[in-house]
T-cell receptor
Framework: DAGVTQSPTHLIKTRGQQVTLRCSPK?????VSWYQQALGQGPQFIFQ???????QRGNFPDRFSGHQFPNYSSELNVNALLLGDSALYLC???????????FGSGTRLTVV | KNQVEQSPQSLIILEGKNCTLQ??????????LRWYKQDTGRGPVSLTI?????NTKSNGRYTATLDADTKQSSLHITASQLSDSASYIC???????????????????FGAGTRLFVKA
């Protein structure tokens, strides 16, 4: 039973560029949430996708956008990258109506 | 305001020793509380989950306690091992909020974590 899969594992981008991160949820899960975790901090909620729509959003600018596909996988897009966007980006999947989350191993994004 | 605060921020202990990590929360309505272990650069892995009615839950050398009256939880690690070096994150699930716009009626509130270093 595959858990949550994220790709790529590491990424280096230049300021101003755009990036796309990918997440495949755990089998049987239909909801995907994205988090940003700066070094030494707890994860900060970015947004959640369910039924291919953004259903909940944290305090992140519009540069952060996402998408969910019919197979429940999801993408996180960040435009006009800033140095402060450097972080570990975590994807967590869950089943609608249930409170448990399963996390992926994350994508380490470095903006230079 | 929903908040989760953890202490200490970091902790250094010798291999074989015990330690206790603290989590205080202010959330409403409370659904459950989880402790996660997060190795550097990896995703969090769930250690324990407790609902309102549960006072203690064990997972091997990890024992979590919950006091719903004082809104405090602790994670006790017994006979620490080098592999216990990691961040330990307290996560409180808030909800469900009937009719709320939030997804599934639940919201996750993360603590900043306690960084544990176990030395030989």
């Amino acid at each position: 039973d595959a858990g949550v899969t994220q790709s790529p594992t590491h990424l280096i981008k230049t300021r101003g560029q755009q990036v796309t991160l990918r997440c495949s949820p755990k089998s049987g899960h239909d909801t995907v949430s994205w988090y940003q975790q700066a070094l030494g901090q707890g994860p900060q909620f970015i947004f959640q996708y369910y039924e291919e729509e953004e259903r909940q959003r944290g305090n992140f600018p519009d540069r952060f956008s996402g998408h969910q596909f019919p197979n429940y996988s999801s993408e996180l897009n960040v435009n006009a990258l800033l140095l402060g966007d450097s972080a570990l980006y975590l994807c967590a999947s869950s089943l609608e109506g249930r409170s448990g989350y399963t996390f992926g191993s994350g994508t380490r994004l470095t903006v230079v | 305001k929903n908040q989760v605060e953890q202490s200490p921020q970091s902790l250094i202990i010798l291999e074989g020793k015990n330690c206790t990590l603290q989590c205080n929360y202010t959330v409403s309505p409370f659904s459950n509380l989880r402790w996660y272990k997060q190795d550097t650069g990896r995703g969090p892995v769930s250690l324990t989950i407790m609902t309102f009615s549960e006072n203690t839950k064990s997972n091997g050398r990890y024992t979590a306690t919950l006091d719903a009256d004082t809104k405090q939880s602790s994670l006790h690690i017994t006979a620490s091992q080098l592999s216990d070096s990691a961040s330990y994150i307290c996560v409180v699930m808030v909800g469900p909020n009937n009719g709320a716009k939030e997804g599934g009626g639940f919201k996750t509130i993360f603590g900043a974590g306690t960084r544990l270093f176990v030395k030989a």
